[in-house]
């Protein structure tokens, strides 16, 4: 629950894959739940940030722009934008204001909830982009690394990802990636990208022990969030090659099936995962600035994304994994590939 930690800080400092990150606010129980969402990247060293993110607890300040007109909508905001300057409204609960060539955000709102969500979106995004920029994508998948490397399963949200990251934890030998999106490289392998583990607040029963904040979300129904400070150990922290690409589907059967397919069955669900990003955080909001210009400067990345993904098709067996209704069954299944 926001304000459940004890420990609280105004500065928050990250390096993620070497973009600097600091965060700063006069809300601890705001900034203490970026820094649980980030816990992984935290690298206090007071260098110069390359993107700063300021949170101000008070009422958002429209007035200071009056000026500006919409640029576009999406489900959560309305984007207001001029001069290399984007303000996004969250429909009157809170206020970003992001100058761009500065690489620094201000929100303002007094919803602990909500900016904790602008906060964790902006810094997604900003990160995304910088991950595509050095060539280490994120792949939309869950991570795994066994005795000989790694396995990502490709599964749409909500397709059951979080609840093996959860059974994975409690096995020896094998270690977390990431819960929802590693990095995969032009030689296919995967880089550790672990960020908190969230389920359905009907599925409390699955998560193990530890520290469980709840997330209200602007979208979505509510989630529980297993944060992963005491599982550090648990935690793959080098490149792996990519052994297996597992296709994951669900289905009403009691019992799971793991079966060989053509690497060709991989491209589809790699250019969804991947390439596009379907399941993958962007942040419209905040990278659209100059239109369909920044539209057109999406092709380099959708391109350095095929590469990297080609890579680890070459080098990798495919599989398919046909999930049913028993835990167990779908761990054993899977289990096969981590041994």
Not at 173 to 197: A, K, N
Not at 296 to 322: N, Y
Request: charged fraction near 25%; proline fraction near 6%.
């Amino acid at each position: 629950m926001i304000g459940s930690s004890a420990e609280k800080t105004d500065r928050l400092e990250l390096d993620v894959y070497g973009l600097r990150i600091t965060a700063s606010s006069d809300w601890p129980e705001v900034l203490d739940q970026i820094r649980s969402d980030f816990m992984w990247f935290e690298r206090p060293d007071g260098g110069q940030p390359d993107a700063e993110l300021v949170i101000e607890h008070r009422p958002p300040e429209y007035e200071r722009h009056a000026d500006l007109e919409t640029a576009f909508l999406t489900p959560r905001n309305v984007v207001y934008r001029r001069d290399g300057r984007s303000v996004i409204d969250y429909f009157g609960a809170a206020l970003s204001v992001l100058d761009r060539s500065a690489g620094r955000l201000l929100i303002q709102g007094e919803d602990p909830h909500l900016v904790h969500e602008a906060s964790y979106h902006f810094l997604l995004s900003r990160i995304g982009e910088h991950l595509d920029a050095i060539g280490l994508p994120r792949l939309h998948a869950l991570g795994l690394a066994g005795g000989d490397g790694a396995v990502a399963v490709l599964l749409p949200s909500g397709g059951g990802k979080s609840t093996l990251a959860l059974r994975a934890l409690r096995t020896d030998g094998v270690r977390l990636l990431s819960e929802d999106s590693p990095l995969i490289d032009r030689h296919g392998r995967l880089h550790p990208f672990p960020l908190r583990v969230g389920v359905n607040p009907h599925q409390a029963e699955s998560l193990p022990p530890g520290r469980v904040r709840r997330l209200e979300r602007m979208e979505f129904h509510p989630k529980l969030l297993l944060d992963l400070d005491q599982y550090r150990d648990r935690i793959e922290p080098a490149p792996q090659a990519l052994r297996h690409l597992v296709v994951g589907r669900r289905s009403l059967a009691a019992e799971a099936r793991l079966e060989r397919l053509p690497r060709r069955h991989a491209v589809g669900p790699l250019l969804r995962e991947a390439v596009i990003g379907v399941g993958l955080y962007q942040g419209m909001e905040f990278v659209l600035q100059r239109g369909a210009l920044d539209v057109a400067r999406q092709t380099k990345p959708a391109l350095v994304r095929g590469a990297c993904c080609a890579a680890g098709l070459a080098r990798a067996s495919v599989w398919r994994l046909t999930l049913g209704r028993e835990l167990e069954s779908n761990w054993a299944a899977l289990e096969r590939l981590l041994a």
